[in-house]
């Protein structure tokens, strides 16, 4: 049987510097600002064979996400007009919204599942989910799938 691959979806502050700066140096060779693999890794302060080791294992989320779905969870508050605040983030981003689940509130806090397609036109993903985190009563923002 081959390996399969499996795949995790984790905040940047978890993951580890070298994989971080491989991702700057991407950049910097995508973007023309640099001509050669062992100018990138010099400029970010890795070793060529480090990117090497990397580079195909790595990316930004929302690189990776135009065209397809994500299914987020997360908990609100029981206050009127937040859903529809939440709900006008992801509209400014360009996202489509598919399917929306709101559990009946207890305690004053309410469980809400949303799936939510990329698009080719949409924002970095990274950055509307970040935006939803920090609205007020909005709390522990997750992804849950990507298909």
């Given amino acids: 049987m081959g390996e399969s691959t499996v795949y995790f979806v984790v905040k940047q502050k978890a993951v580890p510097e070298v ?75 360009g996202a489509n919204i598919l399917t929306i689940h709101q559990s009946i509130p207890i305690s004053g806090v309410a469980s809400l599942s949303l799936s939510v397609q990329i698009l080719e036109t949409t924002g970095d993903v990274s950055e509307m989910i970040a935006s939803m985190e920090r609205q007020k009563g909005v709390h522990h923002v997750k992804v849950l799938a990507k298909d």
């Avoid at 890795?46 to 996400?65: E, L, M, Q, T, V």
């Avoid at 987020?72 to 509209?91: C, H, N, R, W, Y």
């Fill in 19 to 93: 994989l971080l700066k491989v991702v700057e140096a991407k950049k910097l060779l995508e973007s023309g600002k640099v001509l050669t693999v062992q100018e990138a890794a010099d400029r970010v302060g890795i070793s060529r064979g480090s990117f090497y080791k990397y580079k195909d294992d790595i990316f930004p989320f929302h690189d990776n996400a135009k065209g397809t779905t994500i299914t987020l969870t997360f908990q609100m508050d029981d206050e009127p007009g937040l859903l529809s605040d939440v709900l006008k983030i992801i509209a400014d981003f």
